[in-house]
Structure formats: structure tokens, C-alpha cells
């Protein structure tokens, strides 16, 4: 019986294995959680990937609207198309959950992260540290004889890079917010 | 206001134990007549009072117990009515809200602990939130999937005066969607009309819905003429002496409904949840089947088994526009080819899975629960168990005519469930006859329960199979683990019917067959709780039986099947 067209239902994962990956590839997704902001709400969320065994791979969260109590929390995970669908699923669950966005397929969205990074170094290190600065835009806010703390916004990708890149030029330490994410266009 | 506002939400019952921080509501409750509450003997038995209460009523349970360890002791029967999407409110005490965070005496982080076991949870600091809380948690507690809730209410909360909202003025934004898709629908109805195999899979979302999805899915069933299977805790939503009713499916269930799945071209899931006593080896799940499946929570559809028509809904709204769009298209089914599905059907319930080696000498565990099916059918009658082998016999033993006369531990399988239900439910209904089908080791998790069955004249049998082994433990590692039987023996039990009297209850004994019945009469007409200690078979095993890692068309019937079937990669799984 196949009138219908739909394709046919079994999957091929076994009973244990739930989050098997036969097939399907592995997917990066941004999600942008809005919640009422009450107490022990974000542990709610992190409960969630930590009890069913999801990923975090970054985490943002922050009051939006001051009067109506309501907050938002952007997560960036991973996992096939059938984890991230029951990730929204679940989230949606969450009774102080208004509402879930999966920003990766609700059409094109800007995603933007910023770090602080201190290097150390005298000489050449110093100098080249300052002129690739220059090339990432990145400021620097605070600067000693022997350091800079460099301020860089972009994405997760322009972030790892720079870090690569200062870490043979005296990177000591840094710092990231994790990933703020928002659609593009009006709505 | 504790008081006030479980008044305004109709509950005149709740299950609970005192302790110093919830005293402000236990004077509250002494002050007043509308609400009684009933003692328990352990926190725990309060919260399956409250499930079996729930269960058999379709209203919420309310239990009320006192900070840290009243609350600690609550968490197992939280995690089981999440697991079983019972509706829970769940009163916990704190400490004053100037002492939290100070390991003051009694302090437990109720909230943080209750967080993963309970559908929501609250601390209300603040005397004025309390009411509107309240309200809320009755709210989110029975909308959308039922799920136990909690909330946690300070000392000082209690004894502070505050402003009282009513039920009317509380806005939620929780409100789930009970219609369900019409295209969706419309493309179920399609695939029905067409169907040469169909079955619908039908599960306790069914129950959850009301009696009026119970009666819906009759008139389907009925008029389309398709088989019906229901997992353990859809029991009863169709009638067992329908014409329709395949019997229970899954691990434990009938070879008819387990190959009538697996072989199926439409299957029809109705509130259940592709569980995995169901399911067993995912890719060899009924593989040539489109699947449907109605479920009032988006997490549920597509969780394990890929589904072909989804629909995001409640029960009867759903059921309701199948059926005006099924008629409304002119009632076709295939019919031909169904009844030849059926000839298919009979063939397999030919081989009569559940016949067994009757003895004359011992009881066999399912003799006796068909002598008990035959002498109670009549009554009004509500079934508890507990968890283990007698549990699956009785599901498969009993029949059961309606909705909510049926509670049992399905997800989490606490053993310790089915005493304190069987007194929710006797406390519900008052005149039927309300019986748990136990397990010797089971009901000794939760026997203090006597004592509050005694105080109130709840007069619930407790019908013991008794086979002094943790049955179902003993069975897989006969089956598992080359019959080395560590730690399934019960040893050390007490006299049950010496036990029963201690308590002032009726201890009855029975080891003969031929005095079965003679027994089982006396522990119905009793009036007062009675102790049945009914010595079984030790050894029987419990059959049809789906192995671990195994499909549906690879079940075990009997004795004679049982060596070394579960292979290595079966034997990890639970
Ligand atoms: C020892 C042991 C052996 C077992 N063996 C078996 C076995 O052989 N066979 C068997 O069937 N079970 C067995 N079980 C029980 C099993 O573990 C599961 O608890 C059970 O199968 C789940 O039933 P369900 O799918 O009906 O889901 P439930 O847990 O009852 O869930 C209900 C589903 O319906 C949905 N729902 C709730 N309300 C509504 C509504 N108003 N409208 C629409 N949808 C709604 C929920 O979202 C959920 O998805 C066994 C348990 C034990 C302890
Ligand atoms: C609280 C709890 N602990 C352990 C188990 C594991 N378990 C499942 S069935 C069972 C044996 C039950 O024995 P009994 O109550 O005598 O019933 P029988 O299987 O013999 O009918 C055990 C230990 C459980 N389900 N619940």
C-alpha cells in the first residue's frame, strides 16, 4: 500500500542507540530560546541538554524585556536532524518556554560572539601582535609595556582564528560571551 | 490560603504527612471540613495514593508533605507519575525563606532536586504569589500531557497574610494545542480508506484524554472493523470483550498483536509512545508499515520511530475529526482485504499464546489470576498492581472493560506502587472492590501502608502471588545469565496472614487449588482490608516474551525456547 506517497516509516537506528548517526550527518544549529525569565529557568534548559545527553557547544543568556520578564537564550548544539527536531521538541516542553527558534533553518540570521585576549610580549612578537590586531579590527583596551587585552567581535570562526594566531605571540588568557545570534531582515 | 485555593479548585482530598514546616497548613486543614486528608505511613505511599486517586478519577492528586526528608521521600513517586503522565500537585515545606541556603535543619533543595522529576516546580517566596501559583500548578499540572508538579512554599510563606487571587484571574501562556492537524487528518483518513493491514496501537494518552476519547475510539473501532492492541497502560480504553481487542502488545504481550504489528501496512498509534517494551529492535519495527501517530505532546512524535502522518493533538478532539472526516468521505475501508488481515489474525491467536501447564498440586500464577478475573468481573471493580511477573500476568489474565480501572507503574516500575494506589483508588471509590495484584518482595516496599488502610476502613485486598523469588529478576537470569540466581531468592518473608493481624487486618493463606475459590470469596466479601497470601508456582516464567534486542517475529512462547536467546548485544539492554 503506498497510494499516499509517503515514504515508508521504519528507521534504522537500534533501540539503545537512539542517537546513532547511520545516515545522517551531524548538523550545527543555533537556537534562540525565549523564556520567562523566573528563577532556576536556564538551569531548566542546561537540565535538559545534560539529562538526555545533548551538546552544548555555546551558551548565551540574557534579559530582554525588562517589563515583561522575558529573556533570551541562544544555544548553539549539535547533533542529526532527528536530535535537533526532539532538542526543540523538548524545549518546547519547558512550561516557562514561550518559544523556540532554530535560527540555522528559519532562513539566513547574523551570528556574532566577542572575546577579550591578553598577549604578552616584547619585540617583534609585540609588533606583529598589534598589525594582525589591525587586520581583525580588533581594539585594544587595555595596553601595558609588555601586554595588550585585545577586544574582537565576529563570528566563532573569525574568533578561533585570531586565537590560533596569537597563541605563538604570547596569548596568556581570554575570554568569550558565547554566541548572540538574531534573523536577518524585519521580522 | 493553602486551603482556600485547593477548595476553589475542587479538591476535597489530600494524601499527606506533617513535619515541622508545613505545620502553618496542617493547622489550616484542622480548622476546616471541606478538605480531608488522609495520613499516610511514608511520603511515598502518599504520592501513589495521590496517582491512584488521580488515575482512577481523572482528577488531579494533591499531596502535601514537609521539607527535606518529607520531600526526598516524595521523589520516587514523582519521577513515576512523570513517567506515566499522571496529574500531580505535590505541596512540599521549606524552610523560611531567611534560612535557605543556610543547611538549616530540614533544608533540602526541593526545587533543585524535583527539577528533572517533575513536569514544572515553583518556590514561592513571596506571600502574595501563593495563591496564583497555586492555581497555576492545577493549571499546568492537567493541561496539554498531565505530569506531576510541585511546589515548594516557605515557613514563613505560610504564616504570612497575603492578597488571594481566585481561579478565574490566572493567564498562563502554557496552553497547548488539543486539534489536531485537518490535512494531517484528512491524510490519515486516506490511508485508512486504503489500508489492507490496518491496526490501531492505542496507549494510556487515551486515558489521559477523558472517557469521552475512551468512547470515540469505540465508535472507530467498531465501525471501521480494524484490530485494536493497547500497550500496559492504555488497558481498558477498549473494551477486553470487544470483538476488535487483539490483546496487549509488546515485550510481555500477545504473539497475535506482536505479529499483527509487525506485519501491519497502516498502523494507528493513538496515545501511545513507542516505548521500548514495544518497539524492541528499532530496525526490525514493523517494517512495511506507514505509521500515524497522535500524541498531544510534539517530543513524543518522531522521538524513536519515524512517523509518516504526525498529528499534534489531543485524544478525543483528534479521534472527533477522524471520524466526521472518515464518514463525512462515505465510511470506506477496504474491506475485502481486512477481513482477510482478520483470517491472518486468527490464524495466529490459533496458536494460543497464553495457554499454560496447569497443575493440580501448586497454584499457577495465572490459574489464579483467571479464577480472580472470573470471580470479580461482575463487581465494580479496580485493579492495582505492583511491579514484576505478576504485574504482566495480570495485564494479560485480567480483562478490563472501561477506562481507569487499571493502575499500574509503567515507566518507571516502582515496585512499592500498587498498595498505597490501591488506597488512592479505595479513597476515590469507596464501594467498589479494589484489588492489588502484588508480588511478595514488591508489597513489602511499601506494607506500613497497612496502617493507613487500617485507620481509615479502606478495605483493599492485597492479593500476594506469592513465589518467595523476585520473580521477574529470577526470570531474566534464568534466561540471561546461566541461571545463576544472585540475590532473587526472598528469603526471611514473614507470616503474612500473623503479619495481617498485627495490623487488626484479614490474613488469608492458600496453597491448594482446590480451595481457591473458596478463598478468593472470602477475601471479597470481607469487609476490611484483607492479606492474600496466595503460594504460587516459584519458578514459572512469564511467556509470550520478546527478548531484549530481539523484533516481534522472533518471540518465545514457552519453556522449550528459552536457551540462550539473548545474545551478548540483547543482553546490555534492560
Ligand atoms: C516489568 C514491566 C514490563 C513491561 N512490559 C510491557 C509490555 O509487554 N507491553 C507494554 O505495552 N508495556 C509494558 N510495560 C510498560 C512500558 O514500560 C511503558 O510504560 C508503556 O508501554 C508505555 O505506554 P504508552 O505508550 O501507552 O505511553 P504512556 O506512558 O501512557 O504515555 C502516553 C502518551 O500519550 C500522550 N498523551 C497524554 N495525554 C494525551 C492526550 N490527552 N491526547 C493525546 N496524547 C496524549 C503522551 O504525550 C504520551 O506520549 C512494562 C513495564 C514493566 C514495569
Ligand atoms: C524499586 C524497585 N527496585 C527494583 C526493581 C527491579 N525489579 C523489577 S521486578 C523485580 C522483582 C519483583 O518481585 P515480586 O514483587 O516478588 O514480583 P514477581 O516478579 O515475583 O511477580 C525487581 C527486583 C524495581 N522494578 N523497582
Given at each position: 500500500m503506498n497510494a499516499l506517497n509517503i515514504k515508508q516509516g521504519a528507521t534504522s537506528h537500534s533501540a539503545y542507540n537512539l542517537r546513532s548517526t547511520?545516515?545522517?550527518?551531524?548538523?550545527?544549529?543555533?537556537?534562540?530560546?525565549?523564556?520567562?525569565?523566573?528563577?532556576?529557568?536556564?538551569?531548566?534548559?542546561?537540565?535538559?541538554?545534560?539529562?538526555?545527553?545533548?551538546?552544548?557547544?555555546?551558551?548565551?543568556?540574557?534579559?530582554?524585556?525588562?517589563?515583561?520578564?522575558?529573556?533570551?537564550?541562544?544555544?548553539?548544539?549539535?547533533?542529526?536532524?532527528?536530535?535537533?527536531?526532539?532538542?526543540?521538541?523538548?524545549?518546547?516542553?519547558?512550561?516557562?518556554?514561550?518559544?523556540?527558534?532554530?535560527?540555522?533553518?528559519?532562513?539566513?540570521?547574523?551570528?556574532?560572539?566577542?572575546?577579550?585576549?591578553?598577549?604578552?610580549?616584547?619585540?617583534?612578537?609585540?609588533?606583529?601582535?598589534?598589525?594582525?590586531?589591525?587586520i581583525f579590527r580588533a581594539n585594544a583596551v587595555d595596553s601595558t609595556l609588555e601586554s595588550f587585552v585585545f577586544e574582537l567581535t565576529g563570528t566563532s570562526e573569525k574568533i578561533d582564528a585570531f586565537a590560533e594566531l596569537m597563541r605563538p605571540l604570547g596569548l596568556v588568557e581570554m575570554a568569550r560571551t558565547g554566541v548572540a545570534a538574531l534573523s536577518r531582515g524585519q521580522d | 490560603m493553602v486551603v482556600q485555593a485547593l477548595k476553589d479548585q475542587g479538591v476535597d482530598t489530600v494524601f499527606g504527612y506533617p513535619g515541622g514546616a508545613v505545620l502553618p497548613i496542617y493547622d489550616e486543614i484542622f480548622q476546616q471540613n471541606g478538605i480531608r486528608h488522609f495520613l499516610v505511613r511514608h511520603e511515598q505511599g502518599a504520592v501513589h495514593a495521590a496517582e491512584g486517586y488521580a488515575r482512577s478519577t481523572g482528577k488531579p492528586g494533591v499531596v502535601l508533605v514537609t521539607s527535606g526528608p518529607g520531600a526526598t521521600n516524595a521523589v520516587t513517586g514523582l519521577t513515576d507519575a512523570l513517567l506515566d503522565s499522571i496529574p500531580l500537585v505535590v505541596l512540599t515545606g521549606q524552610v523560611p525563606t531567611f534560612m535557605i541556603g543556610s543547611d538549616a535543619f530540614q533544608e533540602a533543595d526541593t526545587v533543585g532536586i524535583t527539577r528533572p522529576c517533575t513536569k514544572h516546580n515553583w518556590l514561592v517566596k513571596d506571600t502574595d504569589a501563593l495563591s496564583g501559583t497555586l492555581h497555576e500548578a492545577f493549571h499546568v499540572a492537567t493541561t496539554g500531557r498531565p505530569g506531576p508538579v510541585l511546589i515548594d512554599i516557605p515557613k514563613d510563606v505560610q504564616f504570612a497574610e497575603g492578597e488571594y487571587t481566585g481561579p478565574k484571574a490566572i493567564k498562563s501562556h502554557y496552553t497547548p494545542k488539543v486539534k489536531g492537524d485537518l490535512d494531517q487528518i484528512t491524510a490519515l483518513v486516506e490511508a485508512m480508506e486504503t489500508a489492507e493491514k490496518p491496526i490501531f496501537y492505542t496507549g494510556g494518552g487515551v486515558i489521559n484524554?477523558?472517557?469521552?476519547?475512551?468512547?470515540?475510539?469505540?465508535?472507530?473501532?467498531?465501525?471501521?472493523?480494524?484490530?485494536?492492541?493497547?500497550?500496559?497502560?492504555?488497558?481498558?480504553?477498549?473494551?477486553?470483550?470487544?470483538?476488535?481487542?487483539?490483546?496487549?502488545?509488546?515485550?510481555?504481550?500477545?504473539?497475535?498483536?506482536?505479529?499483527?504489528?509487525?506485519?501491519?501496512?497502516?498502523?494507528?498509534?493513538?496515545?501511545?509512545?513507542?516505548?521500548?517494551?514495544?518497539?524492541?529492535?528499532?530496525?526490525?519495527?514493523?517494517?512495511?508499515?506507514?505509521?500515524?501517530?497522535?500524541?498531544?505532546?510534539?517530543?513524543?512524535?518522531?522521538?524513536?520511530?519515524?512517523?509518516?502522518?504526525?498529528?499534534?493533538?489531543?485524544?478525543?478532539?483528534v479521534l472527533e475529526d477522524i471520524l466526521k472526516v472518515w464518514k463525512s468521505r462515505g465510511r470506506k475501508t477496504a474491506?475485502?482485504?481486512?477481513?482477510?488481515?482478520?483470517?491472518?489474525?486468527?490464524?495466529?491467536?490459533?496458536?494460543?499464546?497464553?495457554?499454560?501447564?496447569?497443575?493440580?498440586?501448586?497454584?499457577?500464577?495465572?490459574?489464579?489470576?483467571?479464577?480472580?478475573?472470573?470471580?470479580?468481573?461482575?463487581?465494580?471493580?479496580?485493579?492495582?498492581?505492583?511491579?514484576?511477573?505478576?504485574?504482566?500476568?495480570?495485564?494479560?489474565?485480567?480483562?478490563?472493560?472501561?477506562?481507569?480501572?487499571?493502575?499500574?507503574?509503567?515507566?518507571?516500575?516502582?515496585?512499592?506502587?500498587?498498595?498505597?494506589?490501591?488506597?488512592?483508588?479505595?479513597?476515590?471509590?469507596?464501594?467498589?472492590?479494589?484489588?492489588?495484584?502484588?508480588?511478595?518482595?514488591?508489597?513489602?516496599?511499601?506494607?506500613?501502608?497497612?496502617?493507613?488502610?487500617?485507620?481509615?476502613?479502606?478495605?483493599?485486598?492485597?492479593?500476594?502471588?506469592?513465589?518467595?523469588?523476585?520473580?521477574?529478576?529470577?526470570?531474566?537470569?534464568?534466561?540471561?545469565?546461566?541461571?545463576?540466581?544472585?540475590?532473587?531468592?526472598?528469603?526471611?518473608?514473614?507470616?503474612?496472614?500473623?503479619?495481617?493481624?498485627?495490623?487488626?487486618?484479614?490474613?488469608?493463606?492458600?496453597?491448594?487449588?482446590?480451595?481457591?475459590?473458596?478463598?478468593?470469596?472470602?477475601?471479597?466479601?470481607?469487609d476490611g482490608p484483607v492479606l492474600f497470601d496466595c503460594l504460587v508456582e516459584k519458578h514459572e516464567n512469564c511467556f509470550p516474551m520478546i527478548p531484549s534486542g530481539k523484533a516481534h517475529n522472533e518471540m518465545l512462547l514457552g519453556e522449550a525456547e528459552t536457551q540462550g536467546v539473548i545474545d551478548a548485544k540483547g543482553s546490555v539492554l534492560v
Open positions: 547511520y545516515g545522517d550527518e551531524n548538523e550545527r544549529h543555533t537556537l534562540a530560546i525565549i523564556v520567562e525569565n523566573q528563577p532556576g529557568v536556564l538551569a531548566r534548559v542546561i537540565g535538559l541538554f545534560s539529562g538526555r545527553g545533548y551538546n552544548i557547544e555555546s551558551l548565551t543568556v540574557s534579559e530582554i524585556d525588562h517589563e515583561s520578564h522575558t529573556s533570551r537564550i541562544t544555544v548553539a548544539t549539535t547533533g542529526t536532524p532527528q536530535v535537533i527536531d526532539q532538542i526543540k521538541a523538548q524545549l518546547g516542553r519547558i512550561v516557562p518556554v514561550k518559544d523556540v527558534h532554530d535560527l540555522t533553518v528559519e532562513g539566513p540570521s547574523v551570528e556574532r560572539e566577542l572575546a577579550l585576549f591578553k598577549v604578552a610580549g616584547t619585540g617583534d612578537k609585540r609588533v606583529e601582535a598589534l598589525r594582525l590586531a589591525d | 484524554s477523558g472517557p469521552a476519547a475512551s468512547q470515540l475510539l469505540r465508535e472507530l473501532v467498531d465501525s471501521t472493523g480494524f484490530p485494536i492492541t493497547s500497550t500496559l497502560m492504555g488497558l481498558g480504553s477498549y473494551p477486553a470483550s470487544g470483538d476488535k481487542w487483539i490483546g496487549m502488545l509488546g515485550m510481555h504481550g500477545l504473539y497475535e498483536a506482536n505479529l499483527a504489528m509487525h506485519g501491519c501496512d497502516l498502523m494507528i498509534n493513538i496515545g501511545a509512545r513507542f516505548d521500548d517494551r514495544i518497539t524492541g529492535k528499532l530496525d526490525e519495527f514493523s517494517p512495511n508499515s506507514v505509521k500515524a501517530h497522535v500524541d498531544i505532546d510534539p517530543s513524543s512524535i518522531n522521538k524513536v520511530i519515524h512517523v509518516d502522518i504526525p498529528i499534534v493533538g489531543d485524544v478525543a478532539h474491506s475485502a482485504e481486512v477481513k482477510s488481515w482478520w483470517k491472518q489474525i486468527e490464524d495466529w491467536r490459533a496458536i494460543r499464546c497464553l495457554d499454560y501447564k496447569n497443575s493440580e498440586k501448586t497454584i499457577k500464577p495465572q490459574y489464579a489470576l483467571q479464577r480472580l478475573q472470573e470471580l470479580t468481573k461482575t463487581h465494580d471493580r479496580y485493579i492495582t498492581t505492583e511491579v514484576g511477573q505478576h504485574q504482566m500476568w495480570a495485564a494479560q489474565y485480567l480483562g478490563f472493560e472501561d477506562p481507569n480501572r487499571w493502575m499500574t507503574s509503567g515507566g518507571l516500575g516502582t515496585m512499592g506502587y500498587g498498595f498505597p494506589a490501591s488506597i488512592g483508588v479505595q479513597v476515590a471509590h469507596p464501594d467498589a472492590l479494589v484489588i492489588n495484584v502484588a508480588g511478595e518482595a514488591s508489597w513489602l516496599m511499601n506494607m506500613q501502608e497497612m496502617g493507613t488502610a487500617m485507620q481509615y476502613h479502606l478495605p483493599v485486598k492485597q492479593f500476594i502471588l506469592n513465589n518467595e523469588r523476585l520473580g521477574m529478576v529470577r526470570q531474566w537470569q534464568e534466561l540471561l545469565h546461566g541461571e545463576r540466581y544472585s540475590s532473587s531468592w526472598s528469603e526471611a518473608l514473614p507470616d503474612f496472614v500473623k503479619l495481617a493481624e498485627a495490623f487488626g487486618a484479614k490474613g488469608i493463606i492458600c496453597s491448594d487449588p482446590a480451595d481457591l475459590d473458596d478463598a478468593i470469596m472470602e477475601m471479597i466479601t470481607y
